[in-house]
Nanobody, 126 residues
Framework: QVQLVESGGGSVQAGGSLRLACARS????????MVWFRQVPGKEREGVAA???????NYADSVKGRFTISQDNAKNTLYLQMNSLKSEDTAMYYC????????????????????WGQGTQVTVSS
């Protein structure tokens, strides 16, 4: 089992920045691709960024150039640095771990996610 706990959400003005963190514990060696998703009530969960903790990183078009995903393996922590935030970035953000590599998981296959965090709310006001 793997436990994921997100932190760092909050309210910010448009143009501002936030850094989300996701602390992993448990059997972390069983995880493959790490992904940040977000969800707005009434809409489907959307993949935002994915990484394998090494060279691979992939982003949704809507956040490219503004968000950066990174992973500190020594601390077992995943991060999402979010800059130039827009009101449309308002959502609940979830950290997720797949047991598959990123080339199989990507941003569009939530069915390949094995473990989910509880989510952290990000609210951007214009």
């Amino acid at each position: 089992q793997v436990q994921l706990v997100e932190s760092g959400g909050g309210s910010v003005q448009a143009g501002g920045s936030l850094r989300l963190a996701c602390a992993r514990s448990g059997d972390t060696y069983s995880t493959g691709c790490m992904v940040w998703f977000r969800q707005v009530p009434g809409k489907e969960r959307e993949g935002v960024a994915a990484t394998d903790g090494k060279q691979f990183a992939n982003y949704a078009d809507s956040v490219k150039g503004r968000f950066t995903i990174s992973q500190d393996n020594a601390k077992n922590t995943l991060y999402l640095q979010m800059n130039s935030l827009k009101s449309e970035d308002t959502a609940m953000y979830y950290c997720a771990a797949s047991t598959f590599p990123c080339w199989l998981t990507g941003l569009s296959n939530p069915q390949r996610i094995r473990f989910w965090g509880q989510g952290t709310q990000v609210t951007v006001s214009s």
